[in-house]
């Protein structure tokens, strides 16, 4: 051995890794990241499972909470129902009638259904309203409300479907000095 090479080996120091340990160590970070990977895709896989059950669950308890609210209707037909058997005047039977329309619409503005606004003789707003039939008359006024409309915890549910007027067009007669060049 050479002088020099006697004094790099001197001064390398005792702990130095070798080729074959620093290998072994990125093997050993690696296998730890694979794992975390794993533990992170596992978990991430569970907490997916778990919103997907609260989803469900959810809509159930939705569900449950408007069949609730539907069964308490259904209590206001079967009292209307016993009524409108018993009796002959139909007076009553309308009351009956009257008394169901009511908790239904009770029922509904409770859960945030609103009706559109939608006069006869006012101002058609595209917004809100869909034209499904015409007549000639003063421009964009409503004629006829043919479905009524609703917004949903305030957003738009149904336009309500009207019948509105429109300003008659008078077709415009060409003459013979407007007509093009042969």
Excluded: C
């Amino acid at each position: 051995m050479t002088e020099e090479t006697k004094h790099k080996e001197e001064a390398a120091p005792t702990g130095a890794a070798t080729p074959e340990d620093a290998l072994a160590a990125a093997e050993a970070k690696a296998l730890d990241y694979f794992d975390q990977l794993l533990r992170l895709k596992a978990e991430f896989e569970n907490y997916r499972k778990r919103v997907e059950r609260e989803k469900i669950d959810a809509r159930r308890w939705g569900k449950e909470e408007i069949v609730l609210r539907l069964v308490s209707l259904m209590d206001v037909m079967e009292q209307a129902e016993a009524v409108a058997h018993k009796s002959t005047d139909v007076k009553s039977i309308v009351l009956g009638l009257d008394m169901l329309y009511g908790e239904f619409k009770r029922l509904l503005k409770e859960e945030g259904l609103e009706e559109v606004v939608a006069a006869v003789g006012g101002a058609y707003d595209h917004q809100i309203h869909e034209a499904v039939e015409t007549a000639d008359g003063e421009d964009g006024k409503i004629l006829a409300v043919l479905q009524k409309g609703y917004r949903f915890q305030g957003g738009l549910f149904r336009p309500a479907r009207v019948k509105i007027s429109k300003k008659k067009v008078e077709p415009v007669e060409k003459s013979k000095d407007d007509a093009p060049a042969v």
